[in-house]
């Protein structure tokens, strides 16, 4: 009879933890999983978790000390009533019955973060990465939480080290948030500078308007350094390591095909919808330039670069791809950031063109007196 209503027990304590109380009362785990249940329920309402509930689960663990629940329940009492020191041997002795326990884990690694104690509280955090399913992009918010307090950094650098996949995960949701850019840049070992997070942090720093700052981000980053004084990045068309939008983004796509051939750009255009083929992301301060450059195969006028303001998209320039092209244009002040773009338009009746682009220049012109 015992076998028999132990059994009942087993299979419904979890899923109907009522029906297994009713036929093994004071059973402790029937008595745990209906105390859970409870507290999901007064959870739910709105209402304080009756004594009774409380006093059922303590009575489990008197009668099941190896049961971690009833200790991440008198843990998370304490810290409701701000006695994080019960909260904290509370969690450590659920974490001890039950090693496997992801919550057990989860409250302990954040009551040695809130303690202060950074060094333990990642260790937690480590160990519940490779414990959950897709347990690093769930616990990378977590960490990123606590790298605004600067007494964390080095735990911080050190587990980024040790686990690269959760220290890329966790500097991306901080990159989310341009104010966190030095941040994310003290934070990051070197040798995960290529990271997701970094592309990331870009395209924050883009979209917030901070131009000057994305730049100075990418280059870092990427680890790249164009000629003196030069203003266009990869004019030549040889670099397809660095990503943009600070190098050239290039098409391949139904609207056509942008490639770097030989260090030049040739481009395939199909002629079917309009859109932009190439582009990169400039910063040139007021002034005046000239572009220029020189083509072959089909110069047909469907192929135009264009400048624009990258935050008003006011255009400064509109130049059609010839054999020989240059054209000057003004960059007024309050324009901080500028789209270089090649650009296509499609003709009434489509058709294909071919072309090579070569000898790209951006040269800044004097002053006129």
């Given at each position: 009879?015992?076998?028999?209503?132990?059994?009942?027990?087993?299979?419904?304590?979890?899923?109907?933890?009522?029906?297994?109380?009713?036929?093994?009362?004071?059973?402790?785990?029937?008595?745990?999983?209906?105390?859970?249940?409870?507290?999901?329920?007064?959870?739910?309402?709105?209402?304080?978790?009756?004594?009774?509930?409380?006093?059922?689960?303590?009575?489990?663990?008197?009668?099941?000390?190896?049961?971690?629940?009833?200790?991440?329940?008198?843990?998370?009492?304490?810290?409701?009533?701000?006695?994080?020191?019960?909260?904290?041997?509370?969690?450590?002795?659920?974490?001890?019955?039950?090693?496997?326990?992801?919550?057990?884990?989860?409250?302990?690694?954040?009551?040695?973060?809130?303690?202060?104690?950074?060094?333990?509280?990642?260790?937690?955090?480590?160990?519940?990465?490779?414990?959950?399913?897709?347990?690093?992009?769930?616990?990378?918010?977590?960490?990123?939480?606590?790298?605004?307090?600067?007494?964390?950094?080095?735990?911080?650098?050190?587990?980024?080290?040790?686990?690269?996949?959760?220290?890329?995960?966790?500097?991306?949701?901080?990159?989310?948030?341009?104010?966190?850019?030095?941040?994310?840049?003290?934070?990051?070992?070197?040798?995960?500078?290529?990271?997701?997070?970094?592309?990331?942090?870009?395209?924050?720093?883009?979209?917030?308007?901070?131009?000057?700052?994305?730049?100075?981000?990418?280059?870092?980053?990427?680890?790249?350094?164009?000629?003196?004084?030069?203003?266009?990045?990869?004019?030549?068309?040889?670099?397809?390591?660095?990503?943009?939008?600070?190098?050239?983004?290039?098409t391949s796509s139904p609207l056509g095909l942008a490639e770097r051939r030989g260090g030049?750009?040739?481009?395939?255009?199909?002629?079917?919808?309009?859109?932009?083929?190439?582009?990169?992301?400039?910063?040139?301060?007021?002034?005046?330039?000239?572009?220029?450059?020189?083509?072959?195969?089909?110069?047909?006028?469907?192929?135009?670069?264009?400048?624009?303001?990258?935050?008003?998209?006011?255009?400064?320039?509109?130049?059609?791809?010839?054999?020989?092209?240059?054209?000057?244009?003004?960059?007024?002040?309050?324009?901080?950031?500028?789209?270089?773009?090649?650009?296509?338009?499609?003709?009434?009746?489509?058709?294909?063109?071919?072309?090579?682009?070569?000898?790209?220049?951006?040269?800044?012109?004097?002053?006129?007196?």
């Amino acid at each position: 009879m015992v076998v028999v209503r132990n059994a009942f027990v087993a299979q419904f304590a979890e899923v109907r933890p009522q029906r297994a109380l009713a036929a093994w009362p004071g059973h402790p785990q029937a008595e745990l999983w209906s105390g859970l249940t409870g507290i999901a329920a007064a959870t739910r309402a709105g209402r304080p978790v009756s004594p009774a509930t409380l006093a059922m689960l303590m009575d489990a663990a008197r009668k099941s000390p190896l049961a971690a629940e009833p200790f991440l329940v008198r843990g998370v009492q304490g810290r409701l009533a701000g006695n994080e020191s019960l909260a904290g041997k509370a969690f450590l002795a659920a974490e001890l019955r039950d090693g496997r326990s992801v919550p057990a884990r989860y409250f302990l690694a954040d009551h040695d973060l809130r303690s202060g104690d950074a060094r333990d509280g990642l260790r937690q955090i480590a160990v519940l990465a490779r414990m959950i399913p897709n347990g690093v992009v769930a616990l990378s918010p977590f960490v990123a939480s606590y790298a605004q307090d600067p007494r964390n950094w080095p735990q911080l650098r050190a587990l980024f080290q040790s686990n690269p996949n959760l220290g890329d995960s966790a500097l991306s949701a901080l990159a989310a948030d341009p104010r966190n850019a030095d941040l994310v840049l003290r934070l990051a070992p070197r040798a995960v500078d290529q990271g997701l997070w970094a592309n990331r942090l870009v395209q924050t720093l883009v979209t917030a308007g901070d131009y000057a700052k994305a730049g100075q981000v990418w280059r870092r980053v990427n680890d790249v350094s164009g000629p003196p004084g030069a203003l266009i990045y990869d004019s030549g068309f040889t670099d397809a390591t660095a990503p943009g939008p600070f190098n050239w983004t290039l098409t391949s796509s139904p609207l056509g095909l942008a490639e770097r051939r030989g260090g030049r750009l040739h481009v395939i255009y199909y002629g079917q919808d309009d859109g932009v083929l190439a582009s990169q992301l400039l910063l040139l301060e007021p002034g005046r330039y000239r572009l220029a450059m020189q083509a072959t195969g089909d110069v047909g006028g469907l192929l135009s670069w264009m400048v624009t303001c990258a935050d008003s998209s006011a255009q400064l320039l509109k130049l059609a791809v010839a054999s020989r092209t240059d054209g000057s244009f003004t960059v007024p002040a309050g324009c901080t950031a500028q789209r270089l773009e090649l650009a296509g338009s499609a003709p009434e009746l489509p058709r294909t063109v071919d072309v090579t682009i070569g000898g790209l220049s951006l040269q800044r012109e004097p002053a006129r007196g």
